[in-house]
């Protein structure tokens, strides 16, 4: 017998009482055993275990800025040695404290072929720049393609090859090095006075959305990660009145 209760919403159902950012059951991470557990589960089966050191340390390089018409930008560079890591912080043009940030590791897909640090309306389709700084917030676009490549063999390219990892069948692989990479941006914001060091959330769709949870999650209970189920990272906001920016901007003020 088939209890009728349990079953899911038939298709075209919409419940109006769930939210994408507060599930009804919920898994209590503030526990520090139960984070512990669900992070070593996710590294030992699914994501890899990082190296617990590097031989370098990273260092960053402010390559460019420039300003636009309400919103400025700036490109810069993650080095670890030589082997550089881009990503591009925009900011409104005026502000007056500290911005809550998004940083958002993008699958090359999302930016290739497109010269968006010359035509921001470009990646209008995953990240509606203006959109967002207009609204009093920063976002930062981490490329994650110039961290390691998203093909086979990846996980023997860019910053694995810089590190001269090697490997075994725990190791960490792609997505891993793209959510320490985004980790490492976050560390560069905290570092920044023009950013609102607890306010900080990762944003990322699809495989950029793995990227995202598992960047957050082993910071701090304050790094809030966002996965972004729609075609493109923030098309539902761009379509739906900033619903999606302000769902989020409430939920990392909380």
Not at 86 to 93: E, H, L, M, N, Q
Not at 188 to 216: C, E, M, N, P, Q
Not at 222 to 250: I, N
């Amino acid at each position: 017998v088939t209890d009728q209760s349990q079953q899911s919403p038939c298709l075209g159902e919409i419940n109006s009482t769930m939210s994408i950012f507060v599930p009804d059951n919920c898994i209590d991470l503030t526990s520090v055993d139960e984070r512990k557990r669900l992070l070593d589960l996710f590294a030992q089966e699914e994501y890899g275990v990082r190296p617990r050191a590097c031989a370098k340390k990273l260092a960053y390089r402010v390559c460019e800025t420039k300003r636009f018409d309400t919103f400025c930008g700036q490109h810069t560079q993650m080095l670890y040695g030589e082997f550089a890591m881009d990503f591009y912080v925009w900011t409104p043009a005026d502000f007056d404290k500290p911005l809550r940030t998004f940083v958002c590791p993008l699958h090359p897909a999302a930016y290739r072929n497109k010269d968006f640090w010359h035509d921001p309306q470009a990646i209008v389709d995953y990240v509606p720049i203006k959109q967002i700084t207009d609204s009093g917030v920063a976002v930062v676009m981490l490329l994650s393609g110039s961290v390691a490549d998203d093909a086979p063999g990846g996980e023997t390219s860019g910053i694995f090859a810089a590190m001269g990892c090697r490997r075994t069948l725990r190791s960490w692989g792609v997505i891993s090095a793209w959510a320490w990479a985004a980790s490492k941006v976050a560390d560069y914001l905290v570092s920044d006075k023009r950013f609102d060091r607890k306010h900080i959330a990762v944003a990322g769709h699809s495989r950029s959305g793995k990227t995202a949870l598992w960047a957050a999650l082993p910071i701090s209970k304050q790094t809030a990660p966002h996965q972004v189920q729609s075609r493109c990272a923030f098309q539902t906001q761009a379509a739906h009145g900033h619903r999606l920016l302000q769902s989020a901007k409430a939920d990392i003020t909380k």
